[in-house]
């Protein structure tokens, strides 16, 4: 089984890691990409540590980005397959660095963009022990017709989408929603006037929030 590595981000307070934030980026990108949100949410979790892994496999369009799973062939039963195997590393991956840093499956949250929301979705309803949350942006949730059989736990989650998307239809964001609260999954969701497929200022602000109650952290001290 294949091992992720990418960018890290040690907690603003300087001491030990007392939460763990898994970065997940979106298709064709690569770690260092949603490692910069890092110095901004460290505002509101100073004791947290951020990581943000390459995707395990070479982007099938780009000779320097990663992906999760391919988009060649877009039917439902060839993303579901490549989500569950993306899925059976990242875990691996999660379980790995909570053992590392003595931490539990309650002091990690993901945060996604993109495919990396997919994956966060996916992942964390999934993982038999709750994680404090999830936070994604601009994505979908793959399958949603299977989650109520498949849901594990109920973490909080917070999606967040812009209206004007073209890469991921702003459409998504209503049947994440709904799947989920079917579920008895607690969301929140944010939309984005007129904002494409990306993250803002306010989003960011929202989502370092709910992060924040999440963990229920006290901010960083100015």
């Not at 590595?5 to 898994?22: C, I, M, N, Y």
């Not at 990396?116 to 949350?133: C, D, E, F, K, Y």
């Not at 939309?191 to 709910?210: E, K, M, N």
Request: charged share 20%; net charge negative.
């Amino acid at each position: 089984m294949m091992e992720l590595s990418g960018s890290s981000h040690a907690p603003a307070s300087g001491g030990k890691a007392k939460q763990l934030v898994v970065l997940l980026h979106g298709y064709g990108s690569n770690g260092d990409d949603l490692i910069s949100l890092a110095p901004f949410f460290a505002q509101a979790l100073p004791e947290a540590e951020f990581m943000s892994p390459n995707a395990p496999f070479p982007c099938e369009i780009s000779a320097f980005g990663f992906q999760w799973f391919g988009f060649e062939d877009r039917t439902p039963d060839m993303l579901l397959g490549g989500a569950r195997l993306a899925a059976e590393i990242l875990d691996r991956f999660l379980d790995a660095e909570l053992t590392r840093r003595g931490l539990a499956d309650r002091d990690l949250a993901l945060v996604g963009f993109s495919q990396g929301t997919m994956m966060s979705l996916h992942v964390g309803l999934r993982r038999p022990n709750q994680i404090a949350g999830i936070l994604g942006f601009s994505g979908s949730l793959i399958a949603p017709q299977l989650l109520a059989g498949e849901l594990k736990s109920k973490p909080p989650v917070f999606l967040v989408h812009g209206t004007a998307d073209q890469v991921v239809p702003f459409g998504a964001l209503a049947q994440a929603e709904k799947a989920l609260r079917d579920a008895g999954v607690p969301i929140e969701t944010e939309s984005r006037p007129g904002l494409p497929h990306s993250i803002d200022q306010i989003g960011a602000q929202r989502g370092a929030l709910f992060l924040r109650r999440c963990f229920n952290a006290a901010p960083a001290v100015e």
